[in-house]
């Protein structure tokens, strides 16, 4: 299974938006990390961006929008559901409303606070 590693600005409006979209708290956390876990063993982890040194790779991008050219794939039960909650509380980071796609699946675009392009579909 994979595991996706988020390099984020400000950790803790991340796992509020993670945990808003994800639907469930973090299953572990600390001041520079936080992991959501799924049932099929994937993990997302969030990193504060504070923690790179000054010649990693993502260092030079820390201040822009993140996560350009990937488009990050959230399954989840009920679409609508998780599309009405975002749109109650973070309407300005719907990209693209309910849409139901030619494979039979539907599905709605979130920008997170950084910049990361978020697919969550059924």
Do not use: W
């Amino acid at each position: 299974m994979l595991h996706t590693e988020l390099f984020v600005h400000k950790l803790a409006a991340s796992i509020i938006f993670y945990r808003c979209l994800i639907g469930k708290g973090c299953a572990d956390y600390d001041e520079k990390r936080a992991v959501f876990k799924d049932e099929g063993g994937g993990a997302l982890l969030l990193t504060d961006e504070a923690v790179l040194s000054k010649n990693h790779y993502f260092n030079a991008m820390a201040e822009s929008r993140k996560g350009k050219g990937v488009e990050l794939i959230l399954p989840v039960n009920d679409v609508e559901m998780v599309f009405n909650k975002i749109h109650r509380i973070y309407p300005e980071c719907i990209e693209s409303e309910i849409t139901a796609q030619p494979r039979g699946k539907i599905d709605f675009r979130v920008v997170d606070p950084d910049g990361y392009y978020v697919r969550v579909t059924t």
